[in-house]
């Protein structure tokens, strides 16, 4: 297919980027699918290559010598004539914050160092399309406005599908890694966190300990006070194990459903069971009532808790699944309690 073809093929990049293997990089892999590109090696380069020729689409480093990459951003994006740029981050950083941080200044797509050229060239392709059937869209608006007045009512219905599609769009993507309803890491996250943390505490030679808990009773909660009481006792929780997981390097995720899961690198045992208690003190003080089924009249939780030292050819499924296991077995004991995983004696 030559560029005639494909109008997308022609297209200008900027790669704003102050280390050179990355402009090199990124550069040889724009270059070979028929983009023309340019580079900036920092903000107020960049900035000046913008007064004289707008690109198509920005790559920009969140990490700049001389400007904040989100301050950048948002500069372009406060400027009438380069606001309708999409621009994707380029970061080493993958954390949920970072991430919705990158959206809220006005980045539509976040790609993660070190690249993969098959996700950069499907991250742009996909951007530029959208930008081109906008670019296609306000068109066919004007000349629908211009033949026939008549005509208003489809291309507000066209509009509205539009502002539909990007609020949609925005959704997904601040879906991607959080939670809506608690704001933590989702299950997506916790995913890929979990062989991250495993890989790096093998190589550091670090225990690592896993948290399990589940909130006891929660349907006959929500029987009895309703869902909408339910989500907002998820929500309470959530904050109130966030608040007793103090450790930066530690994570907080919603497992699933009345399921959260606790990921504390370089933590043993008992340091796992003392933020286990640190946990069960936070949700009591809640004083969340429930008065059906539960002997404490309260809410509770009950606990799994799993460690060990990471084998770095081995996957840490063991490690939930060793979790789990102790998460029913404090299940069946009552509730309102943990267990720690044994590991079975041989004999």
């Given amino acids: 297919m030559n560029n005639d073809q494909n109008p997308l093929n022609s297209c200008e990049i900027l790669i704003i980027d102050d280390y050179p293997d990355n402009l090199r990089v990124l550069a040889a892999i724009l270059s070979e699918q028929g ?13 000046a290559t913008l007064e004289t020729q707008i690109p198509d689409l920005i790559l920009l480093d969140i990490q700049l010598p001389d400007i904040n990459g989100y301050e950048l951003c948002r500069r372009i994006k406060a400027h009438p004539k380069t606001d309708s740029i999409p621009i994707l981050m380029i970061s080493v950083h993958d954390q949920p914050e970072d991430i919705v941080r990158g959206f809220s200044e006005g980045a539509v797509d976040y790609i993660k160092k070190p690249f993969q050229p098959e996700e950069v ?72 966190q979990l062989p991250r943390s495993w890989r790096q505490m093998a190589r550091n030679k670090q225990f690592i300990s896993l948290i399990l808990c589940d909130l006891d009773y929660f349907k006959t909660y929500n029987d009895t006070y309703g869902h909408p009481a339910g989500d907002l006792c998820l929500k309470q929780v959530a904050h109130a194990i966030n608040r007793a997981v103090k450790r930066p390097g530690d994570a907080v995720f919603r497992y699933g459903g009345e399921e959260f899961v606790i990921i504390l690198p370089e933590t043993p045992l008992d340091g796992a069971i003392q933020v286990t208690k640190n946990i069960q003190l936070e949700v009591e003080q809640l004083h969340l009532l429930h008065t059906h089924f539960s002997i404490y009249r309260q809410i509770t939780l009950s606990f799994g808790i799993s460690g060990q030292y990471p084998n770095p050819n081995t996957s840490p499924t ?30």
């Fill in 35 to 47: 983009y023309r590109v340019r580079k900036a090696i920092n903000g107020k380069l960049a900035l």
């Fill in 318 to 347: 063991g490690l939930v699944i060793q979790a789990d296991q102790a998460l029913y077995e404090a299940k069946s004991k009552g509730r309102n309690t943990y267990v720690v995983y044994s590991f079975p004696s041989h004999v």
């Fill in 121 to 192: 060239i499907v991250r742009v392709k996909t951007q530029l399309m959208i930008r081109h059937l906008h670019h296609q869209l306000k068109s066919q608006n004007q000349t629908l406005f211009e033949k026939n007045y008549q005509l208003k009512l489809e291309v507000e219905q066209r509009m509205q599908m539009e502002d539909a599609l990007k609020e949609a769009n925005s959704k997904l993507q601040k879906l991607a890694f959080i939670d809506s309803l608690t704001g933590l890491g989702n299950r997506r996250y916790f995913d890929d």
